[in-house]
């Protein structure tokens, strides 16, 4: 065991001028210095960084007071960002002075690692996101690799360098806006019309839909005893898959429904990561929901609704995703290949490609494509304004049931609603369209529809990243 014991931390200056005044009159104190994290961009890193601090049960205990990794990288890296200890024997007098060095061990700094954060892209993407309760995840199409990792509210991972007091802990876990929380990873969100993605996909896939087939959109679908209403209230006419996409027509996908099981449309979801961990290298990643039957039965001890299929197929219903899982899912569709998320820096990646025709890939590209730079299409407002193309899907997360009265009186838009009943807005996509490099989605919690917030925000965190890196 250490034979020192340690009184207080981290002295301010005026605890040190006292002490050293008055040392010669206790000799058996020592003051030491240590090395303490110092995060620059410290809220802007925050969560994917995570912090150190003391652990309880540490078995040597001459490591007493060592700092350990306690979330996100420095968590998941500790044993190569550690190092080892060192140690020095001192001879002393009877009185505590020390008179000399016997033997001392230099103590091994630990590794620096590489990883595959880009600084600026990230500092735009919180800069844009300032005032907001969001997140914005970006990938690269050909590695994996997260170039932004972004949640916001965020914290200050420096007051944990020297361990965070009670007071300022309490304050963080108190606050209702949950800036501890990694909403990247953690936070999970209906996806909305960005998985109309995947619905699209399925059909053509495994249905062998033709994508020419016309539905009439009225602004409802009738199913059973209930109407399934289109977010357009007068409906969109008659469309077919390619324009339901472009437009987001609820009521073609629908339709599409009547003619889907959850159970083939859940599996199939799952190879592009809806309801499954990603395998990303930061610790806390929370699974989702991809519901079927089973799902149904274990979680709500009921069986499965026909007419909960038409709320799964458009994003709604049970379907919980977090930021990273529709990156990769856009990700995925972009490549053609079953890519995996990195923080850190990987050496001769190989993804095997998807079990997908490439014909039904390039109908879904083309598609999301017309999305943002189709003059009828939901997040044409948002089109990059250089030569290269951005192909993308909007998506408008509700976080309520609308009542029938309400149909019938109006829709109260999302300014009229208290905050927390307001819709989140969702925006994923990619670019260059023609060679896809980043995948990118931005949540922005009840900020309306995915056209309005997000969809502005991805645009400008993309132009940057295009101009900088390609």
């Excluded at 150190?52 to 990794?69: A, P, R, T």
């Excluded at 997040?379 to 304004?385: D, H, I, M």
Aim: glycine share 8%; hydrophobic share 35%; with cysteine.
């Amino acid at each position: 065991l250490s034979d020192f014991i340690v009184i207080k931390k981290n002295l301010t200056w005026k605890e040190l001028e006292v002490f050293e005044l008055i040392s010669n009159k206790f000799p058996f104190l020592f003051i030491t210095k240590e090395k303490v994290r110092n995060y620059e961009n410290n809220l802007i890193f925050s969560h994917v960084l995570g912090y150190v601090g003391y652990k309880q049960d540490v078995e040597d205990q001459k490591l007493n007071n060592l700092k350990f990794g306690i979330a996100g990288i420095e968590k998941i890296f500790d044993s190569e960002l550690l190092g080892s200890d060192g140690w020095i024997k001192f001879e002393t007098d009877s009185k505590g002075k020390i008179k000399k060095e016997i033997k001392k061990k230099l103590a091994i700094p630990g590794k620096n690692i590489d990883t595959n954060l880009i600084t600026d892209v990230q500092e735009r993407a919180f800069s844009l996101l300032n005032g907001i309760s969001g997140a914005a995840v970006m990938m690269d199409c050909q590695t994996g690799g997260i170039n932004c990792m972004v949640s916001t509210p965020s914290f200050d991972n420096n007051d944990f360098s020297n361990g965070v007091t009670s007071q300022k802990w309490k304050q963080l876990v108190e606050d209702g806006t949950n800036p501890l929380l990694n909403r990247c990873i953690a936070g999970l969100y209906s996806p909305g019309s960005t998985y109309k993605i995947l619905t699209a996909l399925y059909v053509l896939e495994s249905l062998g839909f033709n994508s020419d087939k016309v539905f009439h959109c009225s602004g409802f679908v009738e199913f059973g005893n209930r109407k399934f209403h289109c977010w357009k209230k007068n409906g969109h006419g008659k469309v077919n898959l390619f324009d339901a996409i472009k437009k987001s027509c609820d009521c073609y996908f629908y339709n599409l429904a009547k003619e889907i099981d959850v159970d083939s449309l859940s599996s199939f979801s799952k190879l592009f990561s809806m309801g499954q961990y990603t395998g990303i290298d930061i610790p806390n990643e929370h699974i989702g929901i991809m519901p079927d039957k089973k799902w149904k039965v274990l979680n709500r001890g009921e069986k499965w609704q026909r007419g909960e299929t038409l709320i799964t197929v458009i994003g709604q219903g049970f379907t919980l995703s977090t930021p990273l899982q529709i990156t990769l899912m856009t990700g995925r569709v972009a490549s053609g290949k079953m890519i995996k998320p990195s923080i850190m820096k990987r050496k001769n990646m190989y993804f095997e490609d998807l079990p997908i025709s490439k014909g039904n890939l390039d109908f879904i590209r083309k598609s999301m494509f017309a999305v943002v730079n189709d003059s009828d299409g939901t997040a044409f407002g948002s089109r990059l304004n250089n030569k290269l193309k951005m192909a993308g899907k909007t998506g408008t997360s509700q976080v309520r049931r609308i009542s029938k009265k309400e149909r019938e009186s109006g829709v109260l838009k999302n300014e009229e609603l208290e905050y927390k009943l307001r819709d989140h807005s969702i925006f994923t996509c990619y670019a260059p369209y023609d060679k896809p490099k980043f995948a990118l989605t931005v949540i922005a919690e009840h900020m309306g529809s995915g056209s309005k917030v997000a969809a502005p925000i991805a645009r400008d965190i993309m132009e940057l990243s295009l101009k900088k890196f390609i």
